[in-house]
Nanobody, 124 residues
Framework: QVQLVESGGGSVEANGSLRLSCSASGYNLSARCMAWFRQAAGEEREGVAGVDSDGNTIYADSVKGRFTISKDNAKNSLYLQMNSLKPEDSAIYYC??????????????????WGQGTQVTVSS
């Protein structure tokens, strides 16, 4: 059974940093495209950052230069380092995985497995 479990969310002041983690079980994430999405209250889900099996990455314009996605295949884990956080970054952050090998994408329709999310709150 595939399972993705996020951790590392919390409350931080503007310009602070957080590091999100996503632990995968039931499959090997190394051959998949992995990504982080977020959804703020009353907003649509938004792709934040993605990484494919070769380590190629993609970022939403709103987080470029501030967020870094990475993965540790040995630990079967995905990470999102978030720096210079802004109040508009507040949202529930979800880890997601495709069901097959794919170039990095932030189109949610390609993702088969999802975590339950972790809350990030940035205060001004």
């Amino acid at each position: 059974q595939v399972q993705l479990v996020e951790s590392g969310g919390g409350s931080v002041e503007a310009n602070g940093s957080l590091r999100l983690s996503c632990s995968a079980s039931g499959y090997n994430l190394s051959a998949r495209c992995m990504a982080w999405f977020r959804q703020a209250a009353g907003e649509e889900r938004e792709g934040v950052a993605g990484v494919d099996s070769d380590g190629n990455t993609i970022y939403a314009d709103s987080v470029k230069g501030r967020f870094t996605i990475s993965k540790d295949n040995a630990k079967n884990s995905l990470y999102l380092q978030m720096n210079s956080l802004k109040p508009e970054d507040s949202a529930i952050y979800y880890c997601a995985s495709t069901g097959h090998r794919l170039r990095p994408t932030l189109d949610p329709d390609y993702f088969r497995y999802w975590g339950q999310g972790t809350q990030v709150t940035v205060s001004s």
